[in-house]
C-alpha cells in the first residue's frame, strides 16, 4: 500500500510526550513515521490531532470527526488510540469505556481507511498490588482492541509481542511517557507493520541495566513522587487535565515535512 495521508488521534502517547522538542513541539513517533512515509509518496499530509490528558470520549467527541473528514480512502493510513487515560483512573468503568472505544473503530472502518491500532504494556517494572490492576485492566483493554481489529480488519501494533518494551530506560523521568528513544523504536514497529523501511535493530533489547543502589532507588521514586505523581493527583483532585486550553500541533493535513 502507498499511503497519501496520515491521520492521528489520541492522547499524550500520539501527540509525542516527551520526545525532543521541534519548533516548541514534541516530536514523538507519530512524526518520525511520517517522516519515512513522505519519503514513500511526494504528495504525502500528514495531520496529527491529539492532545495530552485526553480520555476516550474526549478523542471520540473532537477528534474523531475531524479526523474523518481528511481521510481520502484505503490510501488514509488512519491510526487511532485512545482510553489509556481512562484505564488509569480510579473510577476507570469498562462497559463504557470498551464500548465506545470499539465503536469508534468501526466509524473509521466505514470511512475506508486503512487502520492500525495499538495495545499497552500489561507488564510493567511495576510490582505488588498495583502492577496487578494495571495488568488485568490493560489486559481486557487488549483484548477489546484486537477483537474490534479483527472484526474490520485493522493493523495492530502490540506492545506485548516484545517484552523488552517494558525497559524503564525507555521512559521519560515521569515514568508515564516514552523518551526519545522510547519513540524512536515505537516509530520503527510502526513502520514494519506498515511495510515501510525500518530499523530492524528496534527489536534488540538494550544491555542488562546496572543495579542501583536502595538508597538510590529511594531518591528517585522521592523525586518522582514530587515532580510528577502528586502533581498529577492534584490535578485529578480538582478536574483539570494536562490537555485543558491545548490544541492540536497539526489539525490539518499538511505537506509533510514541514520546511523549516
Not at 24 to 52: P, S
Not at 87 to 114: F, H, M, Q, W
Not at 222 to 250: H, N, V
Amino acid at each position: 500500500m502507498s499511503y497519501t495521508r496520515l491521520i492521528t488521534c489520541g492522547d499524550s502517547f500520539t501527540e509525542g510526550m516527551t520526545d525532543e522538542l521541534v519548533d516548541g513541539h514534541y516530536r514523538g513517533w507519530a512524526d518520525r513515521v511520517a517522516d519515512v512515509m513522505a519519503t514513500a509518496e511526494a504528495t504525502f499530509t500528514y495531520a496529527n490531532l491529539a492532545i495530552r490528558g485526553k480520555l476516550v470520549r474526549q478523542v471520540v467527541a473532537e477528534q474523531l470527526p475531524i479526523g474523518l473528514d481528511f481521510v481520502t480512502g484505503p490510501e488514509t493510513l488512519f491510526i487511532f488510540h485512545a482510553g489509556a487515560n481512562d484505564v488509569l483512573r480510579p473510577n476507570y468503568k469498562s462497559d463504557e469505556v470498551l464500548p465506545l472505544y470499539a465503536d469508534a473503530v468501526r466509524r473509521i472502518a466505514e470511512s475506508g481507511a486503512t487502520i492500525l491500532l495499538f495495545t499497552v504494556l500489561e507488564k510493567t517494572a511495576n510490582e505488588g498490588k498495583a502492577g496487578k490492576v494495571w495488568a488485568a485492566r490493560f489486559g481486557e483493554f487488549n483484548a477489546n482492541v484486537r477483537a474490534v481489529a479483527k472484526e474490520v480488519g485493522a493493523i495492530v501494533a502490540d506492545a506485548n509481542e516484545d517484552g523488552f518494551l517494558s525497559d524503564r530506560r525507555f521512559l521519560a523521568k515521569d515514568r508515564l511517557h516514552l523518551n526519545a528513544l522510547g519513540h524512536y523504536r515505537v516509530a520503527q514497529g510502526v513502520l514494519e507493520k506498515i511495510g515501510l523501511p525500518f530499523d530492524a535493530l528496534w527489536r534488540v533489547p538494550l544491555v542488562p541495566a546496572p543495579r542501583k543502589s536502595r538508597w538510590a532507588q529511594s531518591y528517585e521514586y522521592l523525586e518522582w513522587f514530587i515532580t510528577y505523581l502528586l502533581p498529577w493527583i492534584i490535578r485529578r483532585l480538582r478536574g483539570k487535565s494536562s490537555g485543558d486550553g491545548r490544541s492540536a500541533k497539526y489539525p490539518n493535513p499538511i505537506p509533510w515535512p514541514i520546511a523549516r
